[in-house]
């Protein structure tokens, strides 16, 4: 499984733009990486997804509209491109990856990243 590591968080004003990052330690031989977020006191959230191969996407209705996932595969990094942001945004965002796609891009991913702070002030 990769060692994933998400950067890029950060404390940003509301309306802002950020883009954050999630690195593999080598080549991605996962077929699906999602991003997630977990505010305090909340549940983590599908934010949204990208399969690694094709570089279709797939967004939580939550922010769609709002975000945009690609990847560079000769970098092995995967971006969340994040517009427009709203306090209620604030959360520790995570990547993880998964070998098998599988039924849903919401679930069943193997190995995570340790997440990135992003903060939304008004």
């Known amino acids: 499984q990769e060692q994933l590591v998400e950067s890029g968080g950060g404390l940003v004003q509301a309306g802002e733009s950020l883009k954050l990052s999630c690195a593999a330690s080598?080549?991605?031989?996962?077929?699906?990486v999602g991003w997630f977020r977990q505010a305090p006191g909340k549940k983590r959230e599908f934010v949204g997804a990208?399969?690694?191969?094709?570089?279709?996407?797939f967004y939580s209705e939550s922010v769609q509209g709002r975000i945009t996932i690609s990847r560079d595969m000769s970098k092995n990094t995967v971006f969340l491109h994040m517009n427009s942001l709203k306090p209620e945004d604030t959360a520790v965002y995570y990547c993880?990856?998964?070998?098998?796609?599988?039924?849903?891009?919401?679930?069943?991913?193997?190995?995570w990243g340790q997440g990135t702070q992003v903060t939304v002030s008004s």
């Open positions: 993880a990856a998964k070998r098998v796609v599988g039924i849903s891009m919401r679930t069943s991913y193997d190995s």
């Open positions: 080598g080549t991605f031989n996962s077929e699906a």
């Open positions: 990208i399969k690694y191969r094709t570089g279709i996407t």
